[in-house]
């Protein structure tokens, strides 16, 4: 029984990572974590925080601010950075960007705080917001977590603003961690860079469950190790192909499902993985990452001491080394295997050399499974007799070598079969190939160091296992040479599916491929549609993010150095060691960093005011001079919307613009409209020898429809899509730092401002046709000139106005130009309209004021008024003309008397009636009118001459008589309808 309990064990134990490696340090207090640590790390809960949650750099400039002589010198690194980058003051140095991560745990933090059980939600304690900021994120927001009192450090103030909001708008980068330290630590690197300098949020992990805690900046201080070294499937799903086959970004953090956008260090072990990826478009073709690896088999250095033929294959082949193989290299024990099976007394006495912590207590977190724990058990290497004694057992005795997982990127199954190394064997928990998980590989090796034991294990360099023992006199790694590789070697391998076949026979594959691994690059692979997606951006919104991890390059003897860092550390080494080791190694080689960030970054914005610019306050002024001086309502609604635009953009003002604007513009060209069109009804009418009326509460229905018309579309517009002041950035050239940020009003659909621009044109262009048919009529009435000089004022502007919109929908001026260049346009549009129509009447009413009214009416009022009160009783002088005229021919034609003289005496009658009476003098002319021909002509036939031609013929005398009846209807008819531009405003 207690066998297959041993057997249980390491199946569930030995996986392919050590996932939650607890190296977090026990703590008592702040004060204990920040002295084992360094200040900023908090005892949460037990356990110290990270001292880094603000940041790695951010992090070390308060620290050298705080211990410099004086605390306003700026720090050493904060000022090589700005110098470095050529970086002004609105750069924030001084904290990083936030990410998914930060805002999980804000949102947990509120929902806390407005948690009905919290006793004061109101004012909720330090404490325990700063654990509630800090505690692992999960999907759904966490319960209220009480504290004990002890725990519970009200007193420690607690900044919860340790991060910025991603003012720059990046997209989040995904970065796979893998499940070694090297991987891990570049992730870190990027991190680091991307989110405290050029200010791109970055998250580390499989998925966004993961996140919190594998991230640089996580709360829970324990060095996390992914459940996967290459999850292919996670990269392919940072991207989406559309029908067309256009490739698209995802947004990890929308998903809990597992997926990266980059895997930092990958083996050649995955060419084949890659190479499918590339063709299937999800993967950039692949790039080093500046590290060379070399996978191999290792002994230490005590054992090539003490036989240098185990450091070579033809040293460990044939039958021949089956007994030295199985005598050296015997098999590593578990923790609960050494004391069930060869301890004397089950690991009962308290001291056991072997296991000084006894028999493991699961429930103190003993873990059984394990080889190698300091200070409790310190491994133990025995073989079954089986495998041990060659004597007994010539043919199956065996020494063991220690394997990786089969999806790592080994090939130990072919090297150690068609090597014809028949002394080692592959039995390590693992079923399918008799691997080790990474954590165990690790145990065993300390256990081996500890013991002094012999050991052969698959390994890889560069490493940082390799480096924590590369002083040791005993078990420093010391390489096995295999079959030199080749490139037909290479091509013979087998695939990374078949590594993890049941298959012993696939899992050897062919005998050319069981040649040494060669050295190579590793490699970075980097999702397609990261790249792509930044193309596509505008060139102010491209992230600097996919440059920076391309152009990336940390060589061997830089993670050398890395590594020595963390093992030097051992304070917390799987817990606060490797953060520590990292943020240390960032700020002394920032300058090295600084050298692969693309040029243009990182970028700030100049959040000063655009709207406190010299000419935004001249285009003020002018708009508030237009809405005083113009007194017209119609066009003092103008002038507001004109000062509307000169103002900084806003909720409120952005749909008051359009409204003021629209509206004013309606009221003034559809009086216009209505006004042309009724005197052109009037004067076609008259020509027509017919009457018309016009009606006040007609026109003014008109106007009203026409208004209504545009209130209904505002209102839709206004609902539907109402303009909103947003964020407009400009980047002033491609490689600038600086963008510059205003405010903008923009509707979600653009079609509204097109239509209304649309619309005030039509009206423009109606007015314009309606004044070109009014050039011919009398001058009393005729204005035609000014209504188009002004049409053509409005056409010029409205031109203008639309170019200043195009401009600005190009991106070509900004926002603050474009809300000036809009002011100027409508406050001069205004005045100009105004100068052209007004200034006109009042020279004329200089000239002759008794005919002007006094009374200060609407153009479209005095309109309505004066061609109301006319129009019914109006005929038109040529009407007058025409009937008089008419008259006269028809009864000359018949009737040829002697009335000749008596028509010439009532026409000098009538004549010096005029300068007595005009008003009498017209009825006694219509009087003539309607007289026979022959009264009119027996004046002829007596002999008797008409005054004004006493010597003329007939046929003079009758031109004569119609000159001085068209001499004299003139002033009649201006004498008797009074209708005069002096009463028009």
Known sequence: MWVFIILLLSLVSNNTMPSGVNGELVCTSTIDCEQKLRFGSKCLNGKCSNPFIKGCLNTMIEEQEATADDYAITSLLKSKIQDRLGLSSLQPLNIRICNSDDT???????????????????????????????????VDVPTWIELDEADDESDVEFDDEFCIPNYLEYPEIRIHDSNWESSIFIAWIMQIILMEILNVPVSVGLNSIVTDKTSFYSSSNTLQYSTS?????????????????????????????????????????????????????????????????????????????????LTNFYGLRGE????????????????????????????????????????PNVDDGDDGSIYYKEGSYNGYFQSPSESYDCTLYPTTCTGFMISPPCTWSGNADAQVYWNDIVGLKLDGPMITNGGYGYSNMIQIWKAANATKSDVMMWWWQPESLLEEFSDSDTHSFQLVLLPTATDVCYAARISSEDRCSDDITTRRGDSMGACDNEAHALQKIISSSLGKQNMMLPPVSRSPGYEFIRSLKITDLEMQNLFKRWKKLNVDPYGNDAREAVCTWVVDNIDRLLD?????????LDTTSSYKEGYLYAATVVAVLCAITITVCTRTIFCIGALLFSLEPSSFTCSARIWFTTVGYNIELAAILIKISAINRIMQSSMKLKRVNVSRQAMYGSLSFLVILAVCYLIAWTVVSPPEAIENRVLPDEYSTTIEVSIMC?????????????????????????????????SDFNESRSFGTMIYSHFLFMILRIIVFYLGSQELLQPNVIGA??????????????????????????????????????????????????SGEFRSREFRRREFYSTVGRKSKTKRDNSRGRSCKSLEFTLSAKKESEAE??????????????????????GNECPSSPHSTSSQRSTDLIQKVDDMMPPLFEKQFDYTEGTKS
């Not at 007004?838 to 009022?861: D, G, I, M, T």
Request: a negative charge.
């Open 229 to 309: 070294a290459y999850p292919w499937d996670a990269v392919e799903r940072s991207t989406s192909t559309n029908s067309t086959g256009d490739v698209n970004f995802v947004d990890c953090t929308d998903t809990n499902d597992d997926c990266v956008h980059v895997l930092t260090e990958v083996w050649n072990g995955q060419v084949n993985e890659w190479e499918r990826g590339i063709q299937e478009g999800y993967i950039e073709p692949v790039d080093g990452g500046g590290q060379v690896g070399k996978l191999g088999w290792y002994v230490s250095s005590q054992t090539a001491q003490s036989d240098s033929t």
């Open 746 to 778: 923009q509707s979600k659909q653009v079609y509204w401002e097109y239509l209304s621009l649309a619309w005030q044109l039509l009206l423009l262009l109606v007015a314009s046709v309606l004044a070109f048919q009014s050039r011919d009529t009398i």
């Open 104 to 138: 999980k745990r804000r949102a947990a933090a509120a929902a806390a705080e407005a948690d009905p059980s919290n006793k004061k939600p109101s004012s909720i304690s330090a404490r325990k917001l700063e654990y509630l900021l800090t505690v692992e994120a999960a």
């Open 596 to 604: 692969f960030i693309p040029q243009g970054y990182p970028r700030v």
């Open 821 to 870: 260049c809009l002011s100027f346009l409508l406050s001069f549009d205004v005045l100009f309209a105004t100068a052209i129509y007004v200034v006109p009447k009042c020279l004329q009413a200089q000239k002759a004021p008794e005919v002007y009214n006094p009374r200060r009416r609407s153009s479209l009022s005095q309109a309505a008024s004066d061609v109301e009160d006319r």
């Open 320 to 359: 021949q080394n089956r007994q030295k193989l199985a005598t050296v290299f015997q098999k590593p024990n578990t923790w609960i295997e050494y004391c069930e099976l060869y301890s004397i007394n089950n690991c009962t006495l308290p001291y056991d050399e072997i296991a000084p912590g006894g028999y």
């Open 921 to 942: 003098a017209e009825t006694m002319i219509n009087d003539i009118s309607s007289k026979s021909s022959k009264d009119i002509l027996n004046g002829s036939s007596n």
